[in-house]
């Protein structure tokens, strides 16, 4: 396809060519950005070039390192400055990484282009820039859009009030041009998002108001209205904010997904606290609803800081064939696989546990536990027993090797998994059944953060330079 195109800009034509294509090589590198705000090492973040080659004499290894010229940044998401949305552009080219900072509200431009295995820095925007001229804080998720600009959601205000907008940025200088977003309306929170032009229509979902959730998290926020459970909709000719669908007090809507398939009308969202994953979708009116299709149910426990623990669902993704859904659950420490053939009724087909807060030996005791017969045994590897639980996912595009990483967020790591922040994160990588459904921990692989140069560390997304399941967006 790329080859009889002539002309075509970055990615692929649409998610079948990317996951099935010829021209559709294996991942041989991987980005991820790693923090040590909050680990008590006073160095700057830095981007890590990760090597995941099995024919590679440096696989599992860190072959590059990108510190950032500031301390604290908190490095968290990243996007690229144009994907497959510009497919049929062929003056761009997948050549930047977009790298926001959720707690200095800096923004990276990240060079990829010149040396895929040893990145620069190609610009800086200071956070005045997103003050200013957009009086938003704390970047969090960047898309790139077929126009050849970026768009970035936030959580905030310059202040640390929580605040659902957006930022623009040229797609050539990388300048702030202002707002994305009209009118007066905006939602209280802001967290993620996604784009489905064919339906007119951008959904975005709510994290906490960042004052709150800056240094870890208390349950009493919650009922405080602190934390979000909205689904915010988009219009996405205007830019005005239209609809709320409303998940529930205390859901937490995090990370949220349509189906690859640009002509799809719904996709998944999931919600940390309630442990819930609700498809969303246009309705015959055509405005949007949702409803439940997955729920974790929380287990009843000893020895932790509430006697009910959820799941905390932090990341889910959908394979490009939109056959499966994936999600972590933090907290009870495993990875689960649904087949989604039917939208409205998911079924559990692969569920790996990789660590958690429930495991034999540990501080906590489940008294009572809808899911499970018995606690599941400490994750260990080469040797090492994994601190920490399943956190932030990344699907090969064949959709058979899915990449895991164990570091949510320096402020919460530090509450919730002490041990992680003194010992460093880990990347984990899990072989999956496609026919059937099914996972299964690949015991060859294991990238050890716990053993960077300047001392532990903790590595977040992941991310190939040739697109990924939750980067790229079809128009």
Known sequence: RLAKCGACGPGYATPLDAMKGKYCPREEIVYLPCIYRNTGIEKPDYLAT????????????????????????????????????????????????????????????????????????????????????????????????????????????????????????????????????????????????????????????????????????????????????????????????????????????????????????????????????????????????????????????????????????????????????????WLHGDIRQYDISNTRQPKLVGQVFLGGSITKGGPVTVVEDKELQCQPEPFVIKGKRVPGGPQMIQLSLDGKRLYVSSSLYSGWDKQFYPDLVKEGSVMLQIDVDTERGGLKVNKNFLVDFGKEPDGPVLAHEIRYPGGDCTSDIWM
């Open 50 to 329: 990760v090597d995941v080659d099995p024919k590679s004499p440096h696989y599992c290894q860190v072959i590059h390192r990108l510190p950032m010229p500031n301390l604290k940044d908190e490095l968290h998401h990243s996007g690229w400055n144009a994907c497959s949305s510009c497919f049929g552009d062929a003056t761009k080219k997948r050549n930047r990484l977009i790298l926001p900072s959720l707690i200095s509200s800096r923004i990276y431009v990240v060079d990829v282009g010149t040396d895929l295995r040893a990145p620069r820095i190609h610009k800086v925007v200071e956070p005045v820039e997103l003050f200013w001229k957009g009086n938003v804080a704390n970047p969090h998720t960047s898309h790139c859009l077929g126009s050849g600009d970026i768009l970035i959601s936030c959580l905030g205000d310059p202040s640390g009030n929580g605040k659902g907008g957006f930022i623009l940025l040229d797609g050539e200088t990388f300048e702030v041009k202002g707002n994305w977003e009209n009118g007066e309306k905006v939602p209280p929170l802001g967290y993620d998002f996604w784009y489905q032009p064919r339906h007119n229509v951008l959904m975005s979902t709510e994290w906490g108001a960042p004052k709150v959730l800056a240094d870890g998290f208390n349950p009493a926020d919650v009922a405080r209205g602190h934390y979000g459970r909205r689904i915010n909709v988009w219009d996405w000719s205007t830019h005005a904010y239209i609809q709320a669908v409303d998940l529930g007090q205390g859901s937490i809507p995090l990370e949220i997904r349509f189906l690859h398939n640009p002509d799809a009308a719904e996709g998944f969202v999931g919600c940390a606290l309630s442990g819930a994953v609700h498809r969303f979708y246009k309705t015959e009116k055509g405005d949007w609803a949702a409803e439940k299709v997955i729920e974790v149910p929380s287990k009843k426990v000893q020895g932790w800081v509430l006697p009910d623990m959820p799941g905390l669902i932090t990341d889910i993704l959908i394979s490009l064939d939109d056959r499966f859904l994936y999600f972590s659950n």
